[in-house]
């Protein structure tokens, strides 16, 4: 069964990093979008950044500038660098898989993995 499986997330102090990483299994990513999205306490889920197949990335304008998403087609791991972190950033955040190479909006994408909690303190 095709999964995609988070990690990485937990407790930091603002101004501090994380490091996110989705292992995907059961199949390639190449040829398809991968994305994070993260969902807020009370919150919609919202858009956070976007790897296009042909190298090309998108951020949300709320991280711009701190965080970087990566991939790594061989490993079939995608990895959301986050720096500077600020407690608005605190949320559960999901690694997507989409539905063809350019997608980002959240309907584009058809797989999703389980979430992962990062949490931000003051």
């Known amino acids: 069964q095709v999964q995609l499986v988070e990690s990485g997330g937990g407790l930091v102090q603002a101004g501090g990093s994380l490091r996110l990483s989705c292992a995907a299994s059961?199949?390639?990513?190449?040829?398809?979008?991968m994305a994070w999205f993260r969902q807020a306490p009370g919150k919609e889920r919202e858009f956070v950044a976007t790897?296009?197949?042909?190298?090309?990335?998108y951020y949300a304008d709320s991280v711009k500038g701190r965080f970087t998403i990566s991939r790594d087609n061989a490993k079939i791991t995608v990895y959301l660098q986050m720096n500077s972190l600020k407690p608005e950033d605190t949320a559960v955040y999901y690694c997507a898989k989409g539905k063809h190479p350019w997608a980002r909006e959240s309907l584009e994408f058809d797989l999703w993995g389980q979430g992962t909690q990062v949490t931000v303190s003051p």
């Open positions: 790897s296009w197949s042909d190298g090309r990335t």
């Open positions: 059961g199949r390639t990513f190449g040829s398809y979008a």
